[in-house]
C-alpha cells in the first residue's frame, strides 16, 4: 500500500508491495533479505504438495528486494521459497528448505508439521453498505472472546457453524451480544497459527493462538468445513462475511494480534519462514547469535530494522483495510517498541508509525503495555492515541474486594480506600492529564488467569491438566476462596461468592475508562481453578449455554450495568477534571465519608475507612448534565451511610442498582438528602442525583 505524500512508513517506499501483487496475468513477487546470496520461487501442484511443477530465481533490486514476475504465480498456485546465503553468527540459512513467503495471503497444509505452502490468493469481497461502526471509545465495551470457544456449544447455532467464523456471525449469537450490551468483540488470535511440538507431544494443543504462522491468513480452522474443503479464498470470504454481519448488527471486530514473536522459536526450532529468509535481521540476537528472549517463546521480532516494522505496519494495514477491522490489541506489546539497544521507547518508530498511519486512523490501538524481558513493565508509558490493558486496576480491584477481606478475617484490613478510588476515577496517577481516563483499558479478568467465578472460589491455581506439575500459570492471583477450597453446596458461602462477583463486575462497568468483560464471566463460567488453559480446546474452556438461575441473574446485572453506563455520561468521561475549572467531557468528582461529609485526607489511608460515596458530574459541551452518586462499602459488617446534603441543586437520589440484590431490582427508589440507608456487608449501590 504506497505511503502518503506526508507519511513515512519503515523502510520507505522501496519496502512497498512486498509479496505478490497480480497484474496483466501475471504477478510480481517481492521479497525482502539483506543477507541472502539466492532466493528461489519454487510452485507445486494443486493437489500434491510435494510434486515441485517449476522453480524460478528472483533477482536483486534495490534496498535488498528480491523480485520476480511471471505467469507462473496464478489465483490458487501454491508456492515456497528456497533462500540461500552465508554462514556465521546470526545467519540460518538452507537452500533447501521450503519457505513460506511472509506476505502470503493464503495457506495450504499438506501432511508435516511444517509442510505448509503458500497460496496466491484473489483479494476482493462484496461490502455491501456494511461500514465499520467507529463506537465512540468513552461508549465502547469490550468482550473478549475465544472465536470457537464462544459458538462451539451453542445449542441455537446448527453444529456445522459450531466454533466458526460463521458461528460466530449466527442471528442467534449477535442477539446475545446485542442484548448483554456489549459494542466490541475482542477475538483472540485468529491469524494462522500453530500448535507447539512439545504441546503435540503430550497431546495437547495450543488453544489460544499465540503462535503466530502468517501475519496476512485468517486461520482455517475456524472455517467451516465447507469453507475449509473449498481453500483459502472461501476461508477467507466466511472471515469477512462475520466481520460485515457483525458490523451491520453494531459490533466492532477487534483483534489480539501477536507481532511480538513467530512460531520458529528458539534456534533449533521450526524453520517455517523468517529464519530461513534473513535470521539476522529479522529476530533479536547478540552478536554471537544467540536470540535475545523478551517473549518466553524463544524469539522476538526485530522491530529495530525496518523489514521487522515494516512487515508488521503492513499486516496492520491489511486487515484494518482489506479485512475491515476496527482495532487491534498488541500481545506483549512493549516488545514492539524495543530499540536497536533493545530498550522500550515510546518513541519507538514503528509505535509511532502505527498511530499516525493515515491508512489506520479509525482504529482502535490497545497495548498490552508489557513483555517478559528487562524493563518489561511500561503500563502507563505508551504514548498518545494508545489504549493499555490497565493491570495497575486489576490489581487493586481484585485486592479490594478480595485478598483484603481475605485478610480482614484473620486480623483487620490492611489498607483503606483510596488506591481503589483513584482506579475507580480513571487511573489518574497512571495516565497523563493528556491521554485521559480512556487510555485505560479495565479488566478484573481476561483470558489468561482465573475466570471471575474461579477467582472467588479458588485461593490456588489448579492447573494439573496442563502437564507441567501445576509450575505454569501465575502463583499470584489475588483471589479469595471465601473459606472453602473450589465448588460447595453450603447456601451462604455460594451466595457471599456470587455477590463478589458483582462487586466486581458493578466495580467493572461502572469505572471511568473502557472496560474489558472476558467471554463468561456475565453467567459465572469456571475453568475448576485452571488459570492457564491456553492448551485446552475441550469443553473445559468452551463456553456453556445452558445456565442455572443465578447464571442468568448475573447476566441481568451486566445487561443492567452496560445500560446505565450508556446512559450516564458521568460514569465514562474522556477527560480527566481539574480542581476549581470548567474541563469539558470530564466528570467533576466530590468524595464523601459513610456520614455524608467530604472525605477528609487522612481518611483516604485509613485501613479503618473502607467506605465512600463518589459523586459524579458529567461537563457536556451542549445540553444538560448528568451526576451519579455510587456508594462503595469494602467490609464484611453492614453499615448505615447518610446520603450527602450539601450537593448544589440535588433534592432526590433516585437508586438505579444494588450488588446485594440476586436480581437486578427494576423498582427505582428514591431518596432524600440526608436520609440514611442501611448498606449490607461488601455491597455498592448507585444512584441516579436529580
Known amino acids: 500500500m504506497p505511503e502518503s505524500s506526508d507519511f513515512a ?33 519454487v510452485t507445486f501442484d494443486d493437489v500434491d504438495l510435494d510434486w515441485v511443477t517449476d522453480e524460478v530465481p528472483l533477482e536483486r533490486q534495490d534496498a535488498n528486494v528480491w523480485e520476480v ?57 462484496d461490502w455491501g453498505e456494511s461500514k465499520k461502526p467507529r463506537i465512540p471509545l468513552d461508549q465502547t465495551v469490550i ?91 472461501a476461508v477467507l470470504a466466511e472471515f469477512k462475511g462475520m466481520v460485515r454481519l457483525l458490523h451491520e448488527a453494531g459490533l466492532e471486530v477487534i483483534l489480539d494480534v501477536v507481532y511480538n514473536h513467530t512460531a520458529e522459536e528458539g534456534i533449533g526450532g ?37 523489514a521487522g516494522a515494516r512487515l508488521v505496519l503492513d499486516s496492520l494495514r491489511y486487515w484494518a483495510n482489506e479485512m475491515q477491522i476496527d482495532g487491534f490489541r498488541f500481545d506483549l506489546a512493549a516488545a514492539l517498541g524495543r530499540d536497536e539497544n533493545h530498550e522500550f521507547t515510546p518513541e519507538h518508530p514503528l509505535l509511532q508509525a502505527i498511530r499516525d498511519d493515515p491508512t489506520l486512523q479509525d482504529v482502535k490501538l490497545i497495548a498490552e503495555p508489557w513483555d517478559v524481558g528487562l524493563g518489561g ?36 484490613a490492611p489498607v483503606g480506600i483510596g488506591g481503589f478510588a483513584t482506579r475507580l476515577a480513571g487511573s489518574s496517577n497512571t495516565f497523563s492529564e493528556d491521554r485521559g481516563p480512556l487510555a485505560s483499558v479495565n479488566f478484573v479478568t481476561a483470558h489468561d488467569g482465573f475466570t471471575l467465578r474461579d477467582l472467588v472460589s479458588y485461593n490456588t491455581k489448579h492447573n494439573e491438566a496442563n502437564g507441567e506439575d501445576n509450575r505454569d500459570g501465575n502463583s499470584m492471583n489475588r483471589s479469595f476462596n471465601h473459606g ?20 466486581l463486575l458493578g466495580t467493572l462497568l461502572l469505572s471511568a475508562g473502557i472496560p474489558m468483560l472476558t467471554a463468561g464471566d456475565e453467567v459465572g463460567r469456571t475453568q475448576h481453578g485452571n488459570n492457564n488453559a491456553y ?73 479503618g475507612n473502607r467506605t465512600l460515596q463518589y459523586v459524579a458530574e458529567s461537563t457536556p459541551v451542549t445540553g444538560p448534565s448528568n451526576r451519579i452518586l455510587l456508594i462503595v462499602h469494602g467490609t464484611e459488617e453492614a453499615i448505615d451511610v447518610t446520603l450527602p446534603d450539601d450537593i448544589e441543586g440535588a433534592t432526590k437520589f433516585v437508586s438505579l442498582w444494588s450488588s446485594a440484590d440476586e436480581h437486578p431490582d427494576v423498582a427505582a427508589e428514591t431518596f432524600a438528602p440526608c436520609d440514611v440507608l442501611p448498606i449490607p456487608g461488601t455491597s455498592m449501590r448507585l444512584f441516579r442525583v436529580e
Do not use: C
Open 270 to 306: 521450526p524453520r517455517s519462514s523468517l529464519r530461513g529468509i534473513d535470521n539476522a535481521n529479522y529476530y533479536r540476537q547478540q552478536p554471537d547469535g544467540a536470540y535475545i528472549d523478551t517473549t518466553g517463546v524463544g524469539n522476538t521480532l526485530n522491530t529495530s530494522k525496518d
Open 9 to 41: 512508513a519503515p523502510g520507505g517506499r522501496a519496502l512497498d508491495n512486498l509479496g505478490i501483487r497480480l497484474h496483466d496475468g501475471k504477478a510480481t513477487l517481492r521479497v525482502w533479505s539483506e543477507n541472502a546470496s539466492s532466493v528461489e520461487l
Open 69 to 125: 514476475t511471471t505467469d507462473l504465480l496464478q489465483p490458487g498456485t501454491r508456492y515456497a521459497l528456497r533462500v540461500g546465503g552465508p554462514h556465521g553468527p546470526g545467519n540460518t540459512f538452507n537452500p533447501k528448505t521450503l519457505l513460506l513467503d511472509p506476505y502470503a495471503r493464503g495457506l495450504a497444509q499438506g501432511d508435516g508439521y511444517e509442510e505448509w505452502r503458500s497460496v496466491v490468493i484473489v483479494d476482493g469481497f
Open 484 to 503: 472453602v477450597e473450589g465448588p460447595t453446596d453450603d447456601p451462604a458461602m455460594r451466595a457471599v461468592r456470587r455477590k463478589a462477583m458483582r462487586n
Open 535 to 607: 492448551a485446552h480446546d475441550s469443553p473445559l474452556t468452551w463456553l456453556k449455554w445452558e445456565h442455572e438461575e443465578w447464571q442468568r441473574d448475573l447476566r441481568a446485572h451486566v445487561s443492567t450495568l452496560l445500560r446505565l453506563r450508556l446512559e450516564n455520561p458521568a460514569l465514562r468521561p474522556s477527560r480527566y477534571a481539574r480542581l476549581n475549572e470548567h474541563t469539558p467531557h470530564s466528570s467533576s468528582m466530590d468524595w464523601y465519608n459513610q456520614n455524608g461529609e467530604k472525605m477528609e485526607q487522612s481518611q483516604w489511608t485509613d485501613p
Open 143 to 233: 468482550y473478549e472472546g475465544h472465536l470457537k470457544g464462544l459458538t462451539k456449544r451453542h445449542p441455537d447455532i446448527p453444529p456445522a457453524l459450531h466454533g466458526t467464523y460463521a458461528g460466530l456471525a449466527h442471528p442467534e449469537m449477535i442477539a446475545y451480544l446485542q442484548s448483554l450490551g456489549v459494542t466490541s468483540i475482542e477475538l483472540l488470535p485468529v491469524h494462522a497459527f500453530v500448535s507447539e511440538p512439545r504441546l503435540l507431544d503430550r497431546g495437547l494443543s495450543n488453544y489460544w493462538g499465540y503462535n503466530t504462522l502468517n501475519f496476512f491468513t485468517p486461520h482455517t480452522a475456524y472455517a467451516t468445513d465447507e469453507s475449509s474443503k473449498a481453500g483459502p479464498e
Open 377 to 412: 513493565w511500561q503500563t502507563g508509558n505508551f504514548g498518545a492515541g494508545w489504549h493499555e490493558w490497565n493491570d495497575r486496576y486489576r490489581d487493586r480491584v481484585r485486592n479490594f474486594w478480595l485478598s483484603d477481606i481475605d485478610y480482614a478475617r484473620r486480623a483487620s
